[in-house]
């Protein structure tokens, strides 16, 4: 924190010096804690220019487009890690050393299994259940069986429990597809890595074990990488929320899925693919992208801008690469699907409109592709991106219980009514 000051003066008044603190990178902010005192607020809907608190897991400059996890950037996280790897370096700040790997990747093994009641609360949901209502409830709804991890002040309680929370996000997740496809659940197999192991239970089945790609394998967890943090976006920040109350954490990456749900956020990913099937061809771009510049129509173009970048977001730069890996893989190089997002990000990223606002594609707009030729359905990619997400959740509530913290209440304009007495 430094002495560094800005002062605010309203309507005339004496200045109010305001402190200004500096990250080690990034906008220096202004501390506006004492304004309540002098009976105003700030106000920001949608936390456009609010920090919210400080942290030291994700840095994004996203004019730059950098994105950097403990100091690294994704590009080379992508390359040269894996998923497991840095979901260690988000909660614990550094990347693991051999030994601590192999600890760590035990301790995740170890627990990718579920409860067996866990099974019994799927037979509540019908098969047509969207995954992401399955998902919400049912990680709410661990805290039933976990008593050994809800001291959130002990620090061994909140690593056990993100450990567990890691653990078994990709086998709820294949639970949640095989309940919609009437197939059994498969158990998670210790001799398997994280992602393979989620290949083989969503695609294995009691009578037969397809053997996993490697290269498919590699792309899921590449995608689990590139998702699994991304500072203080709308679920990290309903996590954070929810965790200032004291809620356990099974309820707080509840909630978090909850918010990621949405169609401009964690939804993006099912919502482009939706579009690209509206769009059906190459010739009918130009319609959605009048679309999406007409103020009257609500359509936007999903997987398409971004709060924060107004360049390239580096993980769709990355995601796109895994695409045409993926497939070669699967011979499906001239998927039309890939060809017509190929050629809507060219028509867009040429349009006035697009250059303006800096809309560039983000996370979002490649990795329905991929997922569709893994043969994942649409309505499962959001659960996937839930899976990717989970260790920046928890790693950022573990950082907020790690420091003193206070309960998160905003305030507000009021604009209703003033005092009015009850008609007699
Ligand atoms: C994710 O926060 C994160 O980090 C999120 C995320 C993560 O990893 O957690 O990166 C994941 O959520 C990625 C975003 C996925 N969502 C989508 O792809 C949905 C489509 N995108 C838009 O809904 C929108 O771009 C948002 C929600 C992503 C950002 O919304 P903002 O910051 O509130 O932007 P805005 O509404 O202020 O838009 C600024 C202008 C507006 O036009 P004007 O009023 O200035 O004329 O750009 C326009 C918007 O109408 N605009 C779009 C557009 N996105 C913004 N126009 C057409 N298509 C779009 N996609």
Same mark, same amino acid.
């Given at each position: 924190m430094s002495d560094t000051k800005a002062q605010l003066t309203i309507n005339g008044k004496d200045p109010i010096d305001l402190p200004v603190y500096q990250g080690t990178t990034g906008p220096d902010v202004i501390d506006v804690r004492s304004l309540v005192s002098k009976g105003v607020f700030t106000y920001d809907p949608g936390f456009v220019s609010t920090a919210a608190c400080d942290s030291q897991i994700t840095y994004i400059d996203g004019n730059a487009g950098i994105l950097?996890?403990?100091?690294? &950037?994704?590009?080379?996280?992508? $390359?040269? =890690?894996?998923? +497991?790897?840095?979901?260690?370096?988000?909660?614990?700040?550094?990347?693991?050393? &051999?030994? $601590?790997?192999?600890?760590?990747?035990?301790?995740?093994?170890?627990? /990718?299994?579920?409860?067996?009641?866990?099974?019994?609360?799927?037979?509540?949901f019908p098969r047509t259940a969207h995954p992401m209502a399955m998902l919400c409830g049912i990680v709410g709804a661990l805290s039933a069986f976990y008593h050994d991890t809800l001291e959130i002040d002990n620090h061994e309680h909140r690593i056990r429990a993100a450990i567990r929370i890691i653990a078994k996000m990709p086998t709820l997740a294949a639970m949640c597809y095989k309940h919609g496809i009437?197939? &059994?659940?498969?158990?998670?197999?210790? !001799?398997?890595?994280? =992602? @393979?192991?989620?290949? *083989?239970?969503?695609?294995? /089945? &009691?009578?037969?074990?397809?053997?996993?790609?490697?290269?498919?394998?590699?792309?899921?967890? #590449?995608?689990?990488? +590139? *998702?699994?943090? *991304? $500072?203080?976006?709308?679920? #990290?920040? /309903?996590?954070? +929320?929810a965790g200032s109350t004291g809620s356990n954490p099974y309820a707080c990456v509840a909630s978090g899925i909850a918010a990621l749900w949405g169609p401009a956020h964690g939804g993006a990913n099912e919502a482009v693919l939706d579009m690209l099937?509206?769009?059906?061809?190459?010739?009918?771009?130009?319609?959605?992208?009048?679309?999406? %510049?007409?103020?009257?129509?609500?359509?936007?173009?999903?997987?398409?801008?971004?709060?924060?970048?107004?360049?390239?977001?580096?993980?769709? /730069?990355?995601?796109?690469?895994?695409? !045409?890996?993926?497939?070669?893989?699967?011979?499906? @190089?001239?998927?039309?699907?890939?060809?017509?997002?190929? %050629?809507l990000e060219k028509i867009a990223l040429e349009d006035e409109y697009f250059i303006e606002r800096k809309l560039f594609p983000n996370v979002d707009f490649y990795s329905g592709i991929i997922l569709k030729a893994i043969g994942i359905p649409t309505s499962l990619f959001t659960v996937i991106f839930a899976t990717g997400r989970t260790p920046g959740w928890i790693a950022h509530w573990h950082e907020m219980l790690s420091e003193s913290y206070r309960i998160g209440r905003p305030r507000q304009l009021y604009q209703g009514s003033t005092k009015r007495d009850y008609p007699r």
């Open positions: 950097l996890h403990r100091g690294y &950037p994704i590009e080379q996280l992508a $390359e040269n =890690s894996d998923f +497991l790897e840095v979901c260690y370096l988000l909660l614990n700040g550094e990347l693991p050393n &051999p030994d $601590e790997r192999n600890i760590f990747e035990n301790e995740i093994r170890y627990h /990718t299994m579920v409860d067996q009641q866990i099974h019994e609360f799927f037979k509540g009437g197939q &059994p659940f498969m158990y998670p197999q210790n !001799n398997m890595s994280l =992602s @393979e192991n989620f290949i *083989h239970m969503l695609f294995g /089945t &009691p009578c037969d074990r397809p053997k996993v790609s490697p290269t498919i394998a590699k792309a899921m967890d #590449t995608l689990f990488l +590139l *998702h699994a943090d *991304h $500072e203080q976006n709308a679920s #990290t920040s /309903t996590v954070r +929320l099937y509206e769009i059906g061809d190459e010739s009918r771009i130009e319609e959605f992208i009048l679309k999406a %510049k007409d103020k009257d129509d609500p359509f936007r173009l999903m997987g398409f801008g971004h709060r924060v970048y107004k360049n390239y977001d580096p993980r769709a /730069t990355v995601i796109r690469g895994i695409c !045409n890996q993926v497939l070669e893989e699967l011979g499906a @190089e001239n998927d039309p699907l890939f060809k017509i997002a190929l %050629k």
